[in-house]
């Protein structure tokens, strides 16, 4: 089996290569040097070239405030680059897993999101993203939706190394603890996508690691993981003033993975200790 991979230079991209080279399986990691997605002739080339049995699209512009002001770009690259591969995928008779978000939804109340509930996006990039899971909806059969939520991985800028950066000159912060959802070890999400890759079990699934949180709660469980002695307040996200909507309700059920097979992620704990063993180097 062959299997392109999108965002390979991202934390997910990076890790989902890995993990399907460990199994065996061959990989073919592109970023936008390779293949740039917002330009169709270059997907339609590499994807041509490569032959895949099927794309893993992890690549997406994920500046959800800068989003707010680069509407255009943002839309070029989770929208329309989402349907440049998917069209190209329909002609190969390739497979797609498409990464999205909780942002796709409202972001209200305190219910847990079920695959196929309303879409409400609040920020530009919730809408984009949305945008491209219609585009894979419409253009294919074969394919998964996986949205996921608050992901760290070693290979790039996430919510845990922004914490500890922080910490090096900060004894006090102010994190948000009006949102709640769970992290997303890109680790544990790599080993589903390839489970899931193997599979013809089509649909849309969410997938985090296990259990709830406030950003408020993860900051702090980060500082005590790693033996760091800091203050954190918590603040309402409007005394933070974000300038694009962050959805207050995150959270999502991950039924759908039991019901078909696939194991779920493990607990946002364990795999916060798991990772900071290793950038922590411990």
Not at 122 to 145: M, N, R, W
Not at 186 to 192: E, I, R, S, W
Request: one cysteine or more.
């Amino acid at each position: 089996m062959r299997v392109l991979v999108t965002g390979v230079k991202g934390q997910l991209g990076y890790d989902v290569v890995n993990e399907l080279e460990n199994r065996g399986i061959e990989a073919v990691g592109v970023d936008i040097g390779e293949m740039d997605i917002t330009d169709a002739d270059s997907v339609r080339r590499v994807l041509r070239e490569n032959a895949p049995d099927a794309v893993i699209h992890c690549a997406a512009y994920t500046a959800v405030d800068a989003a707010e002001e680069n509407e255009e770009l943002c839309r070029r690259v989770n929208a329309e680059g989402t349907r440049n591969i998917a069209r190209v995928c329909k002609e190969l008779d390739s497979k797609m897993i498409y990464i999205s978000t909780d942002y796709v939804f409202s972001g209200q109340g305190e219910k847990f999101w079920e695959p196929e509930d309303e879409k409400a996006p609040q920020s530009v990039y919730g809408q984009t993203k949305y945008e491209g899971e219609l585009a894979v909806q419409e253009l294919l059969e074969k394919y998964f939706i996986v949205r996921i939520a608050w992901v760290f991985g070693v290979n790039g800028k996430n919510f845990v190394r922004t914490m500890l950066k922080l910490s090096e000159n900060h004894d006090t912060i102010t994190v948000v603890n009006d949102q709640f959802g769970s992290p997303t070890y890109t680790y544990d999400l790599a080993k589903l996508l390839a489970d899931m890759v193997q599979t013809e079990k089509y649909g849309v699934y969410h997938a985090t690691n296990e259990g709830i949180c406030s950003w408020y709660d993860f900051a702090c469980a980060i500082f005590r993981e790693a033996g760091i002695d800091m203050t954190v307040k918590p603040v309402s996200s409007a005394e933070y003033g974000a300038k694009a909507n962050r959805p207050a309700n995150s959270r999502m059920s991950k039924d759908k993975l039991t019901e078909n097979g696939f194991a779920r992620l493990p607990a946002w704990q364990d795999a916060l200790k798991r990772y900071l063993d290793i950038i922590l180097e411990r």
